[in-house]
């Protein structure tokens, strides 16, 4: 029977793309088969040389894998290597991302980490790690959500639209990202911009709190209502919480924390932007008040 469109098994390298990127920007991060599979399973003892199908595993070679000395024999069986961290369950994720994070003893030494941090799927789908942009030394601090699309292209919080947006309500009381260290809670994009899943939260959060701990800020400021909600555990809601000020307890220190709306909400509701000015202002007054340095 001839088939007339193109079929799953049939698509062009350009419709295969094409359905790929929809998927990726629908939100799907994950592939599932219709059947479920043992992947801990060990293969049947490869020793029997017959076993060896052209359906077998192939054994990949690991750069970290001791390297077998000549005449060594090879393993006789076929051993799954030991599971990736996003293999782990969130639990031991988190656990590592703490660890990576306290290890870090410069700001530079973190990104690393994080770049190198595999246990958040997140990183799977984004295209770059959205670490921070700005100056290292600021007074103040300002941690976003979560890359958007632009953000993840660019590499750097608060890009596109929202970032111009942001540049302009930071000009207007007279601060430019020479004196603004900016970061997310999250450093990679979520797939389609969804909701990042506690699990993804749980295991970011270890690496943006060290990373206020090394940029150690006069002031943060929270810009949406997720990182009021990971970093000071307070779940009032934004039109309620925006404009207060709340102590973030870390390490021993304490940093004065404003909230306010985040740029990228002000792109869909213009009209707030009346209280976004009322929260710069009380920022504005803030660094005033702590005279200069
Ligand atoms: N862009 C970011 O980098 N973070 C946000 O929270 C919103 C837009």
């Not at 001839?2 to 994950?30: C, H, I, K, M, W």
């Not at 595999?118 to 990183?123: A, F, K, T």
Request: hydrophobic share 40%; with cysteine.
């Amino acid at each position: 029977m001839t088939q007339s469109g193109p079929t799953e098994q049939n698509l062009s390298r350009e419709e295969a793309f094409a359905r790929l990127s929809f998927y990726v920007e629908a939100g799907v991060s994950d592939h599932l088969a219709d059947e479920s599979q043992n992947r801990y399973q060990l293969e049947p003892d490869a020793a029997a040389p017959d076993a060896v199908t052209d359906e077998a595993p192939r054994r990949t070679t690991s750069r970290n894998a001791p390297s077998r000395s000549m005449g060594e024999a090879p393993p006789a069986v076929f051993r799954p290597s030991a599971p990736a961290v996003s293999a782990l369950d969130d639990a031991a994720a988190i656990d590592i991302a703490r660890q990576l994070a306290a290890g870090a003893a410069t700001l530079d030494a973190l990104r690393e980490a994080v770049a190198g941090f595999d246990g958040c799927s997140l990183r799977k789908t984004a295209k770059n790690l959205v670490f921070e942009d700005g100056n290292r030394q600021a007074r103040v601090m300002l941690i976003g959500e979560a890359p958007g699309s632009d953000e993840d292209i660019d590499g750097v919080p608060f890009a596109g639209e929202a970032g111009r947006l942001l540049d302009r309500m930071l000009a207007a009381i007279d601060l430019d990202r020479s004196g603004i260290y900016l970061a997310n809670l999250l450093p990679w994009r979520p797939p389609g911009n969804r909701a990042p899943n506690p699990g993804e939260l749980a295991m970011c959060l270890p690496f943006i709190t060290r990373q206020i701990e090394l940029c150690a800020p006069e002031i943060l400021v929270l810009a949406g209502g997720l990182a009021p909600k990971q970093l000071l555990g307070i779940d009032t809601p934004l039109p309620r919480l925006r404009g207060q000020w709340k102590p973030y307890r870390a390490s021993g220190t304490e940093i004065p924390a404003l909230t306010m709306l985040s740029p990228q909400f002000l792109l869909d509701y213009p009209g707030q932007k009346k209280l976004a000015w009322q929260d710069l202002q009380a920022l504005q007054a803030r660094l005033g008040e702590l005279g200069d340095r």
